[in-house]
């Protein structure tokens, strides 16, 4: 098992960045598949990112492809998520996961094939 710690959200105004963090603490993120998604108020939580466990299959939502850019550093633990050129519809909860169990290049964007998730982070984008 896996514990998920989201960081880094805030108050930022449209055209800004914002990068926000995922620590992984328990056991090392290595073993996993990563990604990132985002819930709005009253929304369902929609996928953002997600990156293999080997780092080298990314794959972004249509609607961040180009602004945002996920990584992951298995030395420390962590998994980022950059975000440039934040929208104001880009404000919402934004929640790391964790997929046991995958292959080395598989990559994974529906909410359902993720073990384990953090508690997220606010990321509000004014206009």
């Known amino acids: 098992q896996v514990q998920l710690v989201e960081s880094g959200g805030g108050l930022v105004q449209a055209g800004g960045s914002l990068r926000v963090s995922c620590a992984a603490s328990t056991r090392s993120i290595s073993s996993y598949a990563m990604g990132w998604f985002r819930q709005a108020p009253g929304k369902e939580r929609d996928f953002v990112a997600t990156i293999s466990l080997s780092g080298r299959n990314i794959y972004y939502a249509d609607s961040v492809k180009g602004r945002f850019t996920i990584s992951r550093d298995n030395a420390k633990n962590t998994v980022y998520l950059q975000m440039n050129s934040l929208k104001p519809e880009d404000t919402a909860v934004y929640y790391c996961?964790?997929?046991?169990?995958?292959?080395?290049?598989?990559?994974?964007?529906?909410?359902?094939?993720?073990?384990?998730w953090g508690q997220g982070t606010q990321v509000t984008v004014s206009s």
């Open positions: 996961a964790a997929r046991a169990g995958s292959t080395i290049a598989a990559i994974f964007q529906r909410v359902y094939e993720y073990d384990y």
